[in-house]
């Protein structure tokens, strides 16, 4: 039964990430993977040896919806280096598609881990302040199509938009801070597609998967969360280009903290 609490509690998440994705660049799923993990515990299929994989395979679908409102309003606001995402964008979408495939052989609790200490290292190379060469460019084309695989890969794995390699990325190769954030924006939408499609296929053929589960892709859930991180992702890009990028920087990483700290607590207890 979907009780109005857990209702209401997805369409808060939901509103949280889409504001998030708006304002940083990123997909939202840091925020989601851990509530859709919620959702499944309190509908009695936590423990299923799929739970992790469903919990990432929504993520991604509801980060179809999430980053075209965040790419769109960031568009608008011509933020967007389009000659890097196209470039970024076959390799990401080849990393996506590989780390959809890989993940189906990986055990749900080597998933989580990987999760987590995914989510700590981010944090503490969000919230430190190193300035990048002077001379620091984008690599070539070779390079890029490298880089964004292995970024889509990684956020294959842990259900996330790419948003927090991506902008740290660009950071370090002297992008403005807007700038990378809303070119990450950019890449995000078609690592969400791919990784959407990665996951659906690979579920199809899982045998006494939850009712209302595409593959690995929880449908009540996306229809839930959809709607509030479509409304809010715009509401994110206004306030990127009011705040100073560095505060916002730092907020982020006490998120991604306080969060990999939650779900080890889980893990482990």
Known sequence: MWSWDIILALLAVGSAAGFIAGLFGVGGGTLIVPVVLWALQL???????????????????????????????????????????????????LGVLLGAVSAKYMP????????????????????????????RTLPALLGLTAVGTLFGAASSWVGIGGGSLSVPFLLYCNFPAHRAIGTSSGLAWPIAIAGTIGYFANGLHIANLPEGAAGFIYLPAVAILSVATILFAPLGVKTA?????????????????????????????
Do not use: C, E
Not at 122 to 134: E, H, M, N, V, Y
Not at 252 to 264: H, N, S, V, Y
């Open 43 to 93: 509908q009695g299929i936590g423990g299923h040896p799929y739970a992790q994989h469903l919990a990432i395979g929504t993520s991604f679908a509801v980060m179809v919806f999430t980053t075209f409102s965040s790419m769109y309003a960031q568009h608008k606001k011509h933020a967007i280096d389009w000659t890097t995402v196209r470039q970024m964008t076959p390799g990401m979408i």
């Open 108 to 135: 749900t609790l080597a998933l989580q881990v990987f999760f987590i200490a995914f989510l700590a290292f981010i944090a503490l190379k969000t919230l430190r302040d190193s300035k990048p060469k002077p001379s």
């Open 241 to 269: 280009h009011k705040l100073p990028a560095r505060k916002l920087k730092i907020a982020f990483g006490i998120m991604l903290l306080l969060i990999a700290a939650k779900m080890a607590w889980n893990l482990i207890h």
